[in-house]
């Protein structure tokens, strides 16, 4: 009985033609991670006040992004994986944001929302392998009041 009414759903929603997946519907966002885990994956949390910010457009594959440094003014280091930072009083933050794509398209769109000169804020970062610092993506960071 289930099966007979979810063929007879799907034939009234052909019929009516109601989109039942389409590439405006799928879901384009990575869900924002957990304190627990932005803490986990971090090599280091920071808060400091964001005192200056550049960006450009980047070409990538499939359109553009923006790519974001920000210089972060350090008040105080609440984890550090490796002692790099100890003696920071300034830092550069690198992030992203994903620009210009085709329709239809899904992946990683870099954070969900920017920094603001001024603001501040407590950051969740990782080293690369060429000493780069870069906020973890979608939520690398939050704002302090």
Do not use: C
């Not at 007879?8 to 924002?32: H, N, R, V, W, Y």
């Not at 627990?36 to 960006?55: E, F, P």
């Not at 300034?90 to 001024?118: A, D, F, H």
């Amino acid at each position: 009985m289930k099966t007979k009414l979810i063929w007879m759903g799907l034939a009234i929603a052909i019929g009516l033609g109601i989109p039942l997946l389409s590439p405006e519907m799928a879901i384009t966002a990575i869900p924002p991670l957990s304190d627990k885990h932005l803490k986990a994956m971090s090599d280091y949390v920071v808060l400091g006040t964001v005192t200056n910010i550049q960006s450009r457009e980047v070409r990538v594959d499939m359109g553009t992004d923006y790519s974001y440094k920000a210089r972060i003014q350090v008040n105080r280091i609440e984890l550090s994986r490796a002692n790099t930072l100890t003696s920071k009083r300034s830092i550069e933050v690198l992030y992203r944001k994903t620009g210009k794509r085709p329709n239809g398209w899904v992946g990683p769109q870099g954070q969900s929302q920017l920094l603001e000169k001024n603001r501040k804020v407590k950051l969740f970062i990782r080293r690369d392998a060429q000493g780069n610092l870069h906020l973890l993506e979608p939520n690398g960071w939050q704002p302090i009041n």
